[in-house]
């Protein structure tokens, strides 16, 4: 079975500094999909930036990139110039290829000091 | 576009009623749907994936006969608690799929919860 893993149940980062959200997977599967969910205090999950396994080239969404580590089975994000609007809950979130059935990590919960 | 709108956001009922929470993807057909369980601070848990026309496809654990799972038409999935107990009280989120195919990589699409409470 697959499982995702976040070691970091909360984190805090200065406003304007870096942060990075820790993830790891465990799979024996060869194609999958990797996606990084940000649920704010509304609960609506919000898609942050995906990747897929099978591309060595990290995924970058403006201030959001990834350091997907396949052999490790790692997926971290990094979230550069910290805003107030990144205060959430970060799931980290594992789909085999040919299946949309989603498997999220415990989450991260990541608060934004002013 | 790819909007999902769940309904209600909230409900309160009594122990022993049964409630439904809708789902509906209003820009697109969704062939698949699935529904989670949310307890506070705590991760999304698969409870059922729906798929339209067809019976719903329960997790391990889950009972099916408490969470009866209708996905009657490509734009709406219907989750009903019966004889809803305190212990059922969660939040609970759908999603769908844009049924692009398995092969691409997208993302599901979330409703924004139902926050059911048994009294």
């Known amino acids: 079975a697959q499982t995702v893993t976040q070691s970091q149940p909360e984190m805090s980062v200065q406003e304007a500094e870096t942060v990075t959200l820790s993830c790891t997977y465990d799979?024996?599967?060869?194609?999958?999909?990797l996606f990084w969910y940000k649920q704010p205090p509304s609960r609506q999950m919000i898609l942050v930036i995906r990747?897929?396994?099978?591309?060595?080239q990290n995924a970058t969404e403006n201030r959001f990139s990834v350091n997907f580590q396949k052999a490790a089975k790692s997926f971290s994000l990094k979230i550069s110039d910290s805003q107030l609007g990144d205060a959430a809950m970060y799931f980290c979130?594992?789909?085999?290829?040919?299946?949309?059935?989603?498997?999220f990590g415990t989450g991260t919960r990541l608060t934004i000091i002013p | 576009g790819a909007v999902v709108s769940q309904h209600p956001s909230w409900v309160i009922c009594k122990s022993g009623t049964s409630v439904k929470i809708e789902c509906r993807s209003l820009?697109?057909?969704?062939?698949?749907m699935f529904w989670y369980r949310q307890f506070p601070k705590q991760s999304l848990m698969l409870m059922a994936t729906?798929?339209?026309?067809?019976?719903?496809?329960?997790e391990q654990g889950v009972e099916k006969d408490k969470f009866l799972i209708n996905h009657a038409s490509l734009t709406l999935s219907t989750l009903t608690v019966t004889s809803a107990h305190p212990e059922d009280s969660s939040f609970y989120i759908c999603?769908?799929?844009?049924?692009?195919?398995?092969?691409?990589?997208?993302?599901?699409?979330f409703g924004n919860g139902t926050r059911l409470t048994v009294t």
């Open positions: 820009d697109f057909q969704a062939t698949t």
């Open positions: 990747q897929e396994a099978y591309k060595q």
């Open positions: 729906s798929n339209e026309g067809s019976k719903a496809t329960y």
């Open positions: 799979t024996s599967e060869s194609d999958y999909y």
């Open positions: 999603s769908a799929s844009t049924g692009k195919g398995l092969s691409y990589n997208s993302p599901l699409h």
């Open positions: 979130a594992y789909r085999i290829f040919g299946n949309e059935k989603l498997t």
